[in-house]
């Protein structure tokens, strides 16, 4: 049986496993390698955001029935209660308070996947050496959970036509008999959608808002948004001229969504913001814009700056305030790709300086502050921190990454937990050449 051991500095860890060398070192098989890295990747991650710096010991050894792994480091006192607390939650079958502290948030995350996987875990903690408390997890997983497949959550049938079907007898004959079933399955959106879509099925093909009734049954409410997207080529090949602007921009916007999302299809997600701005779509101008931003299309990045300045006009007339402000978050991070500093701050002063959306999507804004410490302007950076304190106190990883990682990388209090968020800086910087 292979083994791999490491006795080592614990941030040295990662590229171990990103290329593969202990995979290769226990010669695990092809089917088998992105699992093991995995799971090797949720050990190591529960370390991260639990350990002190200094030296580490693990090994992962085959055995019969899969492989196992032994992990020794050392922890502090609050990070070392915080797992132990944590890992008998999630034993239990319950998920764990986190708030929106970066890290206890990514510890229960990792820590969680790592429950899921396991077919036994075990984590100790001794007595404290130096105030630093001894801590070990043994972990082990079988072949078949090593397996990762992508199979879909829902499987439309692939030989389904999108095209539209006529109806044997006049449709007209028919038209009490649609509206009446039409007006009963909005009645049943979102309360027994498997009735509105029996309701409706007869109509597919056929009739434009029942498929657009029966996809966004399927996509809103059962999460099949395969499913709801055969529904959705089938809308758009009957839609007609006087469909109203609203419920227009809502096929393309869901078919774009799982364009993104579900097909990972960025050329189809294009033409169908695209298609949303032929339609009157306004919310498509940020949209696409977003779409360059997140490919880092570089080719498109004048066209996205286009995009996020007409989209900015239309924000003010924007009914919806918690939309108005995520699509300021949009044109700030736009704005700061093209280095256009004071348009940014004037931006993201519209949502930075809502605390309440910024503690509902902690993801976006701890995005755009890593955007913006890779993008490498001091003055802008020091200023935004300085403008908004009261949302960093709710992200301090990123603030104390920045300050004793980068500001002052000589710092002695840079910590272990520090290195993801460097890692996620440096990439940043090579994929938008900041």
């Not at 239990?92 to 502290?101: D, F, R, V, Y």
């Amino acid at each position: 049986m292979n083994t791999f051991n490491y006795h080592d500095v614990n941030w040295n860890v990662f590229s171990l496993v990103n290329t593969s060398e202990i995979a290769k070192a226990l010669n695990v098989q092809e089917i088998h390698r992105h699992g093991i890295n995995a799971f090797i990747s949720d050990v190591l991650s529960v370390m991260t955001y639990s350990t002190i710096k200094g030296v580490i010991q693990f090994n992962v050894h085959e055995i019969p029935s899969g492989y196992s792994m032994t992990l020794d480091y050392q922890a502090t006192k609050l990070r070392s209660e915080t797992l132990l607390q944590y890992f008998r939650i999630i034993k239990a079958g319950q998920k764990p308070e986190t708030g929106i502290t970066p890290w206890k948030i990514n510890l229960a995350e990792n820590l969680e996947s790592l429950v899921n996987k396991s077919k036994e875990l075990k984590i100790l903690r001794r007595e404290p050496v130096d105030k630093a408390f001894p801590v070990s997890l043994y972990a082990q997983i079988d072949f078949d959970k090593l397996i990762i497949t992508d199979e879909p959550i829902d499987k439309p049938d692939p030989h389904a036509s999108v095209n539209s079907r006529p109806f044997i007898v006049p449709p007209e004959l028919l038209d009490e008999i649609i509206n009446e079933n039409l007006w009963e399955a909005i009645s049943l959106f979102g309360k027994d959608n498997e009735r509105l879509i029996h309701l409706l099925e007869p109509l597919s093909g056929k009739v434009f808002y029942a498929d657009f009734l029966i996809a966004s049954a399927y996509y809103v409410c059962l999460r099949k948004p395969r499913t709801a997207y055969l529904h959705l080529q089938r809308a758009l090949n009957l839609m007609y001229d006087d469909v109203q602007v609203e419920v227009a921009a809502s096929v393309f916007d869901m078919m774009a969504d799982i364009e993104i999302d579900v097909n990972n299809d960025f050329d189809a997600a294009e033409l169908s913001f695209l298609c949303g701005l032929v339609a009157e779509n306004t919310t498509s101008f940020l949209n696409l814009a977003y779409l360059y931003l997140q490919q880092a299309n570089h080719q498109k990045k004048d066209y996205a700056l286009y995009l996020a300045r007409m989209g900015e006009q239309l924000l003010p007339d924007d009914p919806d305030p918690e939309h108005q402000v995520s699509g300021y978050h949009i044109v700030a991070s736009v704005y700061l790709w093209h280095n256009l500093h004071f348009a940014a701050q004037l931006a993201h002063d519209k949502f930075l300086s809502d605390l309440n959306w910024c503690l509902k999507y902690p993801e976006f804004v701890s995005a755009y502050l890593m955007f913006a410490i890779a993008n490498e302007n001091a003055d802008f950076i020091i200023r935004m921190l300085k403008d908004y304190e009261p949302v960093w106190e709710h992200f301090p990883l990123i603030i104390e990454t920045y300050a004793y990682a980068i500001f002052n990388p000589q710092s002695p209090q840079f910590r272990m937990e520090m290195v993801p968020v460097i890692n996620q800086i440096n990439d940043i910087k090579r994929t938008y050449r900041f």
